[in-house]
């Protein structure tokens, strides 16, 4: 069936190290995958995406990684600051024009000081 | 977030009475998306639009309706609201569906 997951419900990290998230999803049709970050009571905040036609893209200080082959996704945070604790969701969208968004079940990430 | 609001914020509710909630857009963004999030279960499609009129089911549609008249309007109705429908209720919107959707801030339900 359709399903996008997330290896780890929980990632801790040092202040300044990098973080990789990561996010299985099982769907071969899918063509468009999308990272959001959620803060506590706030609604999913827009990282970065990539179209299945890209194995990579970087924006500031995120990098996302989509291997094809074995349907994985990853999140790759460079530097991480205390402000990027948060839930991190993966998102896919079906190939086809009704633009449904399949989330995971996110990633915390916890920032140590 | 800009350009999209969702209302109310917070409500609590008993079992059995109807509620709406709005999502409103200044963006005249076509699609339209209602999801609700749950512990544990991350974020799961209601309903969505296409279109003004034009809606459809999502994966966890039962005991839910929508209605669309307007492009700037999205209403999500619980007919007659149970305890399981307790949640915090996100809408979003996207003006393609290869483009970035915007999520609103969230409506918190409470049915007791």
């Known amino acids: 069936g359709e399903s996008v997951g997330l290896h780890l419900p929980t990632l801790s990290v040092q202040e300044g190290d990098n973080s990789i998230i990561n996010c299985a999803y099982s769907n071969s049709a899918s063509d468009y995958f999308i990272w959001y970050k959620q803060e506590s009571g706030k609604g999913p905040q827009f990282i970065i995406d990539?179209?299945?036609?890209?194995d990579k893209r970087q924006g500031q200080r995120v990098t996302v990684l989509l291997n094809k082959t074995v349907k994985h996704l990853s999140l790759q945070i460079a530097a991480t600051q205390p402000g990027d604790s948060a839930v991190y969701f993966c998102?896919?969208?079906?190939?086809?024009?009704?633009?449904?968004?399949?989330f995971g079940q996110g990633t915390t990430l916890q920032v140590k000081p | 977030d800009a350009g999209i609001t969702q209302s109310p914020r917070h409500k609590v509710t008993e079992t059995g009475t109807p509620v709406t909630l709005r999502c409103h857009q200044t963006?005249?963004?076509?699609?339209m998306y209602w999801y609700r999030q749950d512990p544990g279960h991350g974020l799961r499609l209601i309903h969505y639009s296409y279109g003004v009129k034009d809606t459809d089911k999502g994966e966890v549609s039962d005991g839910y309706s929508v209605s669309r008249s307007k492009t700037e309007d999205f209403l999500l109705t619980l007919e007659s609201a149970t305890s399981s429908q307790t949640s915090v209720y996100f809408c979003a919107i996207t003006e393609g569906p290869n483009y970035g959707y915007t999520f609103g801030s969230g409506t918190r339900l409470t049915v007791v």
């Open positions: 990539i179209r299945s036609n890209m």
């Open positions: 963006e005249n963004h076509r699609y």
């Open positions: 998102a896919e969208i079906l190939t086809g024009n009704t633009g449904k968004l399949i």
